[in-house]
């Protein structure tokens, strides 16, 4: 017979009722009146009995829903109860984002892209889907994620992107999922409007007059010292405030790897006035290791370096200063453009070329960093081409 919701509701008399139909389904009625759903099906050519659940909190309907998917899995040569065993045990999205770093995290560039990584989960998709089941995760909860980061933090929001969409591949080769919701087809995000703006740089004829300011202003002597030794060797802010003595050797500087953006250590040849700097800033020397140490400790900050150069009426950032030097390089010099790409820490060819391309033009580098302070030192407005 087929069952009824109101039968299966009142019905008190142990046994066993079978619903009418194919897949097996049974009301399995015990002697203290307690019920269950009970599906008879084969598997594999073995007979199972699958649990159910128990009414009222499974109703008939739901019981004939799940026992109709079970049969057309068991027919189609699945197991129904190993599915509901997987399924089970499917993590969330964090606990997945998670174990992508653990297995992942040592093919990637260093522990500085597995920090980043986990940094832009915990602050925009954490709290938003963190602890849904990976699979349950929809394209419209990513976009909703994507297009609300887009309005502050535009740059993150395509990094972002490329992580979640990361997570859901690992998800994929887990078998905890069959697609990826983060693709840009699933996702069909409009353009982004924001255009990413370059670092603000000054012409390199008013680079030695922003020495000048920044030497004979009242700033910390640590922050001038720093600025200066920045524009000499081409270098990046981060790399100049995190910089510490162990790492001079003679005329050459040798940066670490964890120090460098692309994590390649890189030697900088040091020109006399850069030297003299390292000289003066031995006055400072404190306890930490650092060069150019804050007045009260600790490391110098890239707000306090840029703050000072727009504070003396120059509109550049810190980071500019590495076009100045470039453009320096290609309009007054002869220097292989290759070279000038190495002395800012640039990768040079293709990653089969570098393979047999080793040469790090150290030689070259410092005659270019030589020509560099020297023409830095020449009266304001004064060009000279210099010949490599």
Excluded at 103 to 113: Q, S, Y
Excluded at 274 to 292: C, P, T
Excluded at 320 to 349: D, I, K, M, P, Y
Aim: charged share 25%; aromatic share 8%.
């Amino acid at each position: 017979m087929a069952l009824t919701a109101a039968f299966v509701r009142t019905v008190k008399n142990p046994g066993r009722y079978s619903d009418r139909g194919a897949v097996g389904l049974q009301l399995y009625v015990k002697k203290s009146g307690r019920s269950y759903w009970v599906q008879r099906l084969t598997v594999n050519g073995i007979r199972r009995d699958i649990g159910l659940g128990s009414p009222p909190i499974t109703t008939l309907a739901e019981a004939r829903e799940v026992a109709f998917e079970n049969k057309r899995i068991a027919r189609a040569g699945g197991d129904p109860l190993a599915q509901k065993r997987q399924k089970a045990v499917i993590p969330s999205f964090e606990q997945a984002a998670r174990q992508v770093v653990v297995e992942l995290g040592p093919t990637w560039r260093g522990a500085k892209e597995a920090a980043s990584f986990i940094s832009t989960m915990e602050c925009y998709v954490f709290p938003r889907i963190g602890g849904s089941r990976v699979s349950n995760v929809q394209s419209s909860d990513v976009r909703n994620i994507i297009m609300d980061v887009r309005k502050t933090a535009p740059t993150v929001a395509a990094r972002l992107q490329t992580r979640i969409s990361a997570v859901f591949k690992f998800s994929i080769a887990k078998n905890w999922r069959t697609d990826n919701p983060a693709t840009s087809s699933a996702l069909a995000l409009p353009k982004p409007t924001h255009k990413p703006k370059p670092r603000v740089s000054l012409p390199y004829l008013q680079v030695s007059g922003c020495i000048h300011a920044v030497n004979n202003s009242h700033a910390w002597v640590g922050t001038k010292l720093a600025i200066e030794f920045t524009i000499l060797t081409a270098s990046r802010s981060g790399e100049v405030r995190k910089a510490e003595w162990c790492e001079i050797d003679g005329d050459l500087w040798n940066r670490p790897s964890e120090h460098m953006k692309e994590e390649i250590a890189h030697s900088v040849p040091l020109s006399e006035r850069a030297l003299a700097i390292l000289e003066k800033a031995q006055e400072i020397n404190n306890e930490s290791g650092l060069i150019f140490p804050a007045p009260r400790g600790g490391m110098l900050s890239d707000m306090t370096m840029s703050k000072l150069i727009k504070e003396l009426g120059f509109a550049a950032d810190v980071h500019g200063f590495r076009t100045s030097f470039r453009t320096w390089s290609q309009e007054q010099t002869n220097f292989a453009w290759e070279v000038g790409e190495v002395a800012l820490a640039h990768s040079v060819g293709g990653k089969s070329e570098r393979a047999y391309a080793r040469s790090d033009y150290l030689e070259k580098r410092r005659l270019m960093m030589a020509a560099w302070s020297s023409y830095l030192t020449l009266p304001r407005g004064e060009v000279v081409q210099i010949n490599a």
